[in-house]
Structure formats: structure tokens, C-alpha cells
């Protein structure tokens, strides 16, 4: 089967640097996107990882470790707009299966 | 501007009826997606589809749910009959099969009374 973990809660100060870390389980992995999810709003898409490394989309940068299963977003320079849920989303093969998603306060 | 259109965006229903909603996916795409969400539960894979074949429907309660794609531009879930604990937000998405990023649907709001 598949799993994700990622902590429930997170929270930071305006103008600070946060890490959302993502562990997973799954066979046959391709790769581990990152969404930003707003109350009551859709799932958007901010990031794809599917080779080991960092990957820098403005102020937010994804990394994955494949051999670690293991992935992070990294969010500088935080905003107060930041504050939502981030999920981390593992694909394999067709299927995608997302964490439980964590919650980012930002502070100001 | 593309982009996944569902209806209906809220629906209040009572227990024991049909409930239907629908998507449209983005032209193009060959993958489609439905997921519920719920505080408790986060986002849940219900069933997807790749060129409108179903490919794994496993996360649904077989006996009341049914995902059909009767063409590409149309995506339906079913629920017959309703409970109450189906209330949650339902969404679909769609892409592309080699393609990490899934473009959701504004998504629906259920609530069975």
C-alpha cells in the first residue's frame, strides 16, 4: 500500500524560513508533489520532485530523497498569505495518494 | 483559461437519496481523479481514471458509490443511497498520465441530513 506522514501543525513567524517534512511508503514511486490548500478553497499545485535534489519555484523549494523516502518544502520568506495547509502527495504509477496535510500558521 | 469544472458547487440533501456530481475535466487531460475530503480524513482517493478507463475505484464503499467517465469531457460520482457520514467536500482532478501536477475542480460541497 501507500502512506504518508507529515506533521499536523506547524508555526512560524512573518518573514521566517519553514520546513514541511513528508516521509512515505509506497511501491512503484514516480514522484512527490507539494499542493497549497487555502480554507475553503481547491488544492493548488506548487511543486514536483521525481529525481533526488532541490527544486526552487520562487520563495518555495521542494527536495527528495529516494533512497531516504523522504521530501520537504521549504517556504522563505513567509507572508501571512502563507498560512494554509501544505499536503505532500506521493504518485505511483497512475495513482496519486496525498498526506494528511499540515497546517501553517503564520504569525506576524 | 483552462481549468476542472464540478457541479454542483453545494448540495444539501436528505438521507437515503441519489446524489450525483459531475466534472469536467481539462481538454487533454487522460487522467481524472475523485477525492473526498473531510477534517478527519484529509484527502482520500475515491477512484481515477486514465483515458476514461477506471483503473482502481478501491477506496469507495462499493455497495453505494459508482464512478463512471461516459465520455472525455464528463466525470460522474454517484452516491445511491446517501448517509449522512458522506457529508465532505468532493473533488475531482484531472492531468496528464507522465505529468506530476493535478489541477483540481473548484470541488462539492455535500451535506446529508
Known amino acids: 500500500g501507500q502512506s504518508l506522514e507529515q506533521p499536523s501543525e506547524v508555526t512560524a513567524v512573518e518573514g521566517a524560513i519553514v520546513q514541511i517534512n513528508c516521509t512515505y511508503q509506497?511501491?512503484?514511486?514516480?514522484?512527490l508533489s507539494w499542493y497549497q490548500q487555502h480554507d475553503g478553497g481547491a488544492p493548488t499545485f506548487l511543486s514536483y520532485n521525481a529525481l533526488d535534489g532541490l527544486e526552487e519555484t520562487g520563495r518555495f523549494s521542494s527536495f527528495l530523497s529516494r533512497s531516504d523516502s523522504y521530501g520537504y518544502l521549504l517556504l522563505q520568506e513567509l507572508q501571512m498569505k502563507d498560512s494554509a495547509s501544505y499536503f505532500c502527495?506521493?504518485?505511483?504509477?497512475?495513482?496519486?495518494?496525498f498526506g494528511a496535510g499540515t497546517r501553517l500558521f503564520v504569525k506576524a | 483559461d483552462a481549468r476542472v469544472t464540478q457541479t454542483p458547487r453545494h448540495k444539501v440533501t436528505e438521507m437515503g437519496q441519489e446524489v450525483t456530481m459531475r466534472c469536467q475535466p481539462i481538454l487533454g487531460h487522460n487522467t481524472v481523479f475523485w477525492y473526498r475530503q473531510t477534517m478527519m480524513q484529509g484527502l482520500e482517493l475515491l477512484a481515477y481514471f486514465r483515458n476514461r478507463a477506471p483503473l482502481d475505484d478501491s477506496g469507495m464503499p462499493k455497495d453505494r458509490f459508482s464512478a463512471e467517465m461516459p465520455d472525455a469531457t464528463l466525470a460522474t460520482l454517484k452516491i445511491q443511497p446517501s448517509e449522512p457520514r458522506d457529508s465532505a467536500v468532493y473533488f475531482c482532478?484531472?492531468?496528464?498520465?507522465?505529468?506530476?501536477?493535478?489541477?483540481f475542480g473548484e470541488g462539492s460541497r455535500l451535506t446529508v441530513l
Open positions: 509506497t511501491s512503484g514511486f514516480y514522484g
Open positions: 502527495a506521493v504518485r505511483g504509477g497512475f495513482k496519486t495518494i
Open positions: 482532478a484531472s492531468g496528464l498520465a507522465r505529468i506530476g501536477e493535478l489541477f
